[in-house]
């Protein structure tokens, strides 16, 4: 492996060639599961945070409403991460977006980020959230940071939820 003067131990080319393929893989396995649902969408597929992303958007197809439900998207995005490892074989951490479900995703999260502010300002001394997913708790972090407030998570598998306190 090739090193960088930032990180000996990082090749950012074979990361993002791999990356790449990770997004192709999945581009293709969502194309498969497209076809047989005969619902439309055109892929994009992108690298950033050191993850792979596929966006599936549409020209106003309402089959897609139905997909970009965020607990189905989830329940793909686990199918797309399964399916790019069996032909990597390497476990994937690609990033699934079906008509825009992550943006409304995220804006939920910082909805509901705020709430908890809310109750901080009220005098809690902390406020949980909900368990998510790791990625979910990501986005709620870097929300908070935002926000200039501290966050961790706790508990374990399906339990894990993120828990925000003043600094």
């Not at 060639?17 to 969502?30: K, M, P, Q, T």
């Not at 106003?60 to 032909?87: F, H, I, N, Y």
């Not at 994937?92 to 980020?113: E, F, K, M, N, P």
Request: proline share 4%; hydrophobic share 35%.
């Amino acid at each position: 492996m090739s090193t960088t003067p930032e990180n000996p131990t990082i090749d950012p080319v074979g990361d993002l060639s791999e990356l790449e393929r990770e997004g192709d893989i999945a581009a293709d396995f969502l194309e498969g599961l497209l076809d047989i649902a005969d619902v439309g969408g055109d892929l994009a597929l992108d690298v950033r945070n050191g993850r792979a992303y596929v966006s599936v958007e549409s020209d106003g197809d309402g089959g897609l409403r139905t997909l970009s439900d965020p607990d189905t998207v989830q329940a793909l995005q686990e199918l797309t991460r399964l399916a790019v490892q069996v032909r990597a074989g390497r476990a994937s951490r690609v990033i699934l977006d079906i008509g825009g479900s992550r943006d409304a995703r995220q804006q939920a999260l910082a909805d509901l980020v705020d709430r908890a502010i809310a109750r901080l300002d009220e005098g809690a001394s902390q406020a949980s959230l909900p368990p998510m997913s790791s990625y979910e708790r990501k986005l709620v972090h870097d929300i908070v940071s935002e926000r200039g407030l501290v966050s961790e998570s706790y508990g374990e598998g399906a339990d894990r939820h993120t828990v925000i306190r003043r600094a």
